[in-house]
T-cell receptor
Framework: AQRVTQPEKLLSVFKGAPVELKCNYS??????LFWYVQYSRQRLQLLLR??SRESIKGFTADLNKGETSFHLKKPFAQEEDSAMYYC?????????FGTGTRLLVSP | GAVVSQHPSWVICKSGTSVKIECRSL??????MFWYRQFPKQSLMLMAT?????????EQGVEKDKFLINHASLTLSTLTVTSAHPEDSSFYIC?????????????FGSGTRLTVV
């Protein structure tokens, strides 16, 4: 079975503060992990995928197989980063989501 | 880029009636489409996976006779909620993945809000 855990329902920070959204996974094979973002009243959109090793909107995420984690980080949060963030794992030919973390960035 | 169109964006229906939701990949062929359900302030729960030309694979606990999925072409999948009840009220989202083996991207529709009264 594949499982994704996001322990924080809500993360509230001030503008300019560092942000780390946690994601842990459970999967017997070689995982393929993603971060999706959902802004208010918008559809789900891809933010990052681990195979790309890219930085989007200042966000990065590193796959740590030893800790089975794929935490999302940004050094300086912006107000426009406020949204729901979902970690997802592609395994057994389907995409399974974590429960999501709402990021709230205050001025 | 890849676009998935989902229709309708919202629908209200009476208890006992059936509702059909369409999911179309507009600029790519989707060999696999996925249907999710999202309750308010909760995550997306995978309901089923549909492959073009074959029967859908349902997740545990999802009633296949209740949620009929048809994936008749490479660009269209439909979800029919049969004999809808108020507890079926939810936000339904489809996702599509192309046939290119090197592309692991999933593209999501804008969702359909179903309200059963």
């Amino acid at each position: 079975a594949q499982r994704v855990t996001q322990p924080e329902k809500l993360l509230s920070v001030f503008k300019g503060a560092p942000v780390e959204l946690k994601c842990n996974y459970s999967y017997s094979g070689s995982p393929e992990l993603f971060w999706y973002v959902q802004y208010s009243r918008q559809r789900l959109q891809l933010l990052l995928r681990h195979i790309s090793r890219e930085s989007i909107k200042g966000f990065t995420a590193d796959l740590n197989k030893g800790e089975t984690s794929f935490h999302l980080k940004k050094p300086f949060a912006q107000e426009e980063d406020s949204a729901m963030y979902y970690c997802a794992l592609n395994g057994f030919q389907k995409l399974v989501f974590g429960t999501g973390t709402r990021l709230l960035v205050s001025p | 880029g890849a676009v998935v169109s989902q229709h309708p964006s919202w629908v209200i229906c009476k208890s006992g009636t059936s509702v059909k939701i369409e999911c179309r990949s507009l600029d790519f062929q989707a060999t696999t489409m996925f249907w999710y359900r999202q309750f308010p302030k909760q995550s997306l729960m995978l309901m089923a996976t549909s492959n073009e030309g074959s029967k859908a694979t349902y997740e545990q606990g999802v009633e296949k006779d209740k949620f009929l999925i048809n994936h008749a072409s490479l660009t269209l999948s439909t979800l029919t909620v049969t004999s809808a009840h108020p507890e079926d009220s939810s936000f339904y989202i489809c996702s599509a993945r192309g046939g290119d083996g090197t592309n692991y991207g999933y593209t999501f529709g804008s969702g359909t809000r179903l309200t059963v009264v």
